[in-house]
């Protein structure tokens, strides 16, 4: 608070100048400033992440978060099925989405300070935070199992994205709570924000303008790199992957050896063909191969577990078997499957992993089928895992239903089983796994920067890093489960698959069938006892 006495009469403010002769503008500014800081001070809310530690969180987020659509983030897990294998993966969305909400004003304050000339404004920040915060709105139940698994299977001609409906969820979320004139008073000019924050999470808006040389509206091609903070579709380096990783790791109790922390302090903008795109220190190139490497290892060991995966399929049946029968209320009272559910944004926010209790303890006669493999998953009557195997080199698997149908067909000639197995009998899973741009090397589309010119972007090789490292950075697994617990029908299907294995020249599983332990441990049996017999006093 400022004087109100003359400056020779106050001991405290002897050399300041009285505030009555200061001119009106600069009053004006420090007036200003002072509300500033009230509401730094007075609005910022501290949240306690477990990864990121105490972070503050801007008031327009908060009001965000504090929604019906937010909050529904907290009852979908993150990693779906996986949870059902590593007991301490049950950490939901809600705050995988906060945590990169945080990161990404963590990144652009720091391109902010660094490069000023950049002219990142605070409204380039609020609307990269909240890109962050809701880019994940539109997942569906058990997260990338609804997207990945069930909606493929119950509409095929459908491309539906999950991205897709975090658009329209945000927009959802905007308009029904009526945020427009909150969004105004924070600074935000609604139309091209607006804009900018959905090209960040779904891509640019309009089709047709993916044909031009910039295709976005929300900002101009100079700040292009701000489209590269929330989902870098160029190399896939952003936020949200740093955030999973730390967050996943910690859940799932395996060790993190990716530190985003240390390549914030190395990412600088610079300037490729007309266009500015985060790069980073030429030093940093093996850290980001050991970021694609976690990320592989993750999926690997827990993204893509095989029992893990066997549940999702099995929840995807139970969902498959209800989806006619189990209603959803959608705007204006109209009545929405499962399956159609994405199409009515009120509908879809009621829509999460609750469907699964709610099935499991429905009185529905129609829900009987459903609510039955449900109980096998919680009597941990799982579908069998008979083996997996890996195409030819340079041919792809695609998931259909004749895989199953060319395995039921693959019965031995040679000591054939007694058993005789169908297509039902068989579940078959095709996994892809890459460092995230399919065959292609990620750090390719990687630009870095060296000490003696930080303005120069180049491109390093692999072959410049180190002759270790991998030569493909993509593979498919196909893993074949059997339906039936009977011991019997599980050592045929056995049989059935390797010889699928061997008639398609894929890599022979390393399964050993089950019936020939059987049959070798009874032999021992038989040697030993007839052994004791001839070795024994009595006889």
């Not at 400033?33 to 801007?58: A, S």
């Not at 007991?87 to 391109?111: D, K, M, Q, T």
């Not at 969820?169 to 900018?196: A, Q, R």
Request: with cysteine; proline share 5%; hydrophobic share 35%.
């Amino acid at each position: 608070m400022c004087c109100v006495y003359p400056a020779e009469s106050c001991t405290r403010h002897r050399f300041i100048q009285p505030c009555w002769s200061l001119p009106a503008e600069r009053l004006k500014v420090l007036a200003c400033l002072d509300k500033l800081q009230e509401q730094h001070m007075d609005m910022m809310k501290v949240f306690n992440d477990p990864i990121h530690g105490h972070i503050e969180i801007h008031p327009l987020l908060v009001r965000i978060i504090d929604t019906p659509q937010f909050q529904r983030l907290r009852y979908i897990k993150q990693l779906g099925g996986t949870y059902f294998v590593f007991p301490g993966a049950s950490h939901n969305r809600f705050e995988h989405s906060i945590g990169v909400g945080y990161l990404a004003g963590c990144l652009v304050r720091a391109l902010k300070e660094k490069q000023p000339e950049l002219d990142i404004t605070q409204r380039d920040i609020l609307c990269v935070e909240i890109a962050g915060l809701c880019h994940d709105l539109g997942h569906g139940p058990f997260s990338h199992m609804f997207d990945g698994r069930f909606i493929p299977l119950t509409r095929p001609d459908w491309k539906w994205k999950h991205e897709t409906a975090s658009v329209k969820m945000f927009e959802h979320l905007i308009t029904s709570n009526k945020l427009e004139e909150v969004m105004e008073s924070y600074g935000l000019v609604l139309e091209e924000d607006l804009n900018f924050i959905k090209e960040q999470i779904g891509g640019p808006t309009d089709e047709a303008a993916c044909e031009i040389s910039w295709p976005y509206h929300g900002r101009p091609k100079e700040k292009s790199f701000l489209y590269e903070v929330v989902a870098n579709k160029k190399n896939g380096i952003d936020v949200d992957k740093w955030d999973y990783f730390a967050r996943d790791c910690h859940h799932l109790g395996i060790q993190n050896n990716f530190d985003y922390k240390r390549l914030l302090k190395f990412i600088r903008v610079c300037e490729v063909k007309n266009q500015r795109h985060i790069c980073t220190r030429d030093k940093e190139v093996g850290n980001l191969y050991d970021m694609f490497h976690t990320r592989n290892c993750l999926h690997r060991r827990a993204y893509q577990h095989k029992i893990g995966n066997i549940i999702e399929i099995m929840i995807t049946e139970a969902l498959q078997k209800a989806d006619k029968f189990f209603k959803i209320e959608g705007s204006g009272g109209k009545q929405y499957q499962i399956s159609t559910a994405m199409e009515d944004m009120e509908a879809y926010t009621k829509l999460t992993d609750n469907i699964y209790l709610e099935i499991l303890h429905s009185s529905s006669p129609e829900l009987k089928e459903a609510q039955e493999i449900l109980r096998k998953i919680e009597r941990r009557e799982l579908y069998k895992f008979l083996g997996e195997t890996q195409p030819g080199t340079r041919s792809e698997v695609v998931q259909n239903n004749s895989l199953a149908e060319s395995i039921a067909k693959s019965k031995p000639e040679k000591d054939p089983p007694d058993v005789e197995l169908k297509a039902e009998d068989f579940v078959v899973d095709v996994v892809n796994m890459d460092y995230g741009m399919k065959e292609q090397n990620p750090i390719d589309n990687v630009l870095f920067y060296c000490k003696a010119d930080p303005s120069k972007a180049v491109k390093i090789s692999k072959e410049q890093v180190s002759k270790l490292l991998p030569k493909t950075f993509a593979e498919q697994v196909i893993r074949v489960y059997c339906k039936s617990q009977n011991p019997v029908i599980v050592s045929a299907a056995k049989q059935y698959f390797i010889q699928w294995c061997m008639e398609k020249n894929f890599t022979k599983p390393p399964v050993i069938n089950s019936l020939v332990i059987f049959i070798v441990l009874k032999a021992s049996c038989l040697l030993a006892f007839s052994l004791w017999q001839s070795h024994s006093p009595l006889t």
